[in-house]
């Protein structure tokens, strides 16, 4: 199945027009499109099937409880698939079930243990005061974003340990957040900050056989090794900033393969 994968294109500053990528049968878009979710009807009457999972800038200065079923009757207005804890099966080009796990994944600080939280919780704070963002109307403070992504990584262990049964021939998941201390950003690498965008899902990562994100203003491929069988895969496909050069590069058609 041949996807294409975009995230982090920013929409509420940055100029860009997407186009559909030749020989795609899927879009997935991978959160922080558009702070304010005019961008979204840019991929109105898009050639493909369309999957969403949102990113965290898709709740600045909004109340996350009525944000959700807001963000879910936008995305089912424009013909695309909202997952939120939530899993579908696409049937590939090639006949294969392809099952689609997708949750937005917030950090839950615990990418250095759980001697590394607090200071993970700290650096967050600032970022967390500029989103504006509350939860049950309280702030979505460092607390808050945690039990969220508690919440999504209880989800996704138990979805990634039910059985196929028949039902699905591969499966790739869909976060916003990265999925390993692999995906950080070069730029900033091991440091607290860096558990604002990755979580230590590696241990689930051997279940999918593609994990797609965004979250990291730069781009990933790498493989995950899985004694035995072929190896899992990451890929990160954010395009970012033009300002801070982070679009550099950045191709806007490309295709994930999963084989
Ligand atoms: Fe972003
Ligand atoms: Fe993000």
């Known amino acids: 199945m041949k996807i294409q994968l975009l995230s982090d294109l920013h929409l509420e500053t940055e100029a860009f027009d997407p186009e559909p990528a030749p020989g795609a049968e899927l879009l997935v878009l991978a959160g922080d499109i558009d702070a304010t979710w005019a961008g979204y009807r840019r991929f109105a009457g898009w050639p493909v099937p369309v999957i969403v999972v949102a990113g965290n800038h898709e709740f600045d200065f909004r109340e996350l409880d009525g944000a959700w ?116 950003d070069p730029r900033y690498g091991r440091q607290p900050g860096t558990a604002s965008f990755c979580n230590a899902d590696d241990d689930l990562l051997p279940r999918a056989d593609l994990w797609l994100h965004g979250h990291l203003h730069c781009r990933h491929d790498y493989l995950v090794d899985r004694p035995g069988r072929r190896h899992a895969r990451v890929a990160c496909n954010a395009r970012g900033l033009v300002d801070k050069g982070e679009a550099e590069g950045h191709d806007a058609l490309r295709v994930v393969e999963l084989r």
């Open 69 to 184: 079923p807001a963000l879910r009757d936008e995305c089912t207005r424009l013909g695309f698939t909202l997952l939120q804890r939530e899993a579908t099966v696409i049937t590939a080009a090639d006949g294969r079930r392809v099952r689609f796990a997708g949750a937005t994944r917030w950090s839950d600080f615990g990418l250095f243990g759980d001697s590394g939280r607090e200071r993970a919780e700290r650096a967050a704070g600032y970022f967390l005061r500029l989103m504006g963002a509350t939860h049950h109307g309280q702030p979505f403070d460092a607390a808050a974003v945690r039990a969220e992504g508690l919440a999504c990584r209880a989800w996704l262990e138990a979805e990634l340990a039910r059985s196929a049964a028949g039902a699905w021939d591969a499966t790739v998941v869909v976060t916003h957040f990265g999925p390993s201390l692999r995906s950080a």
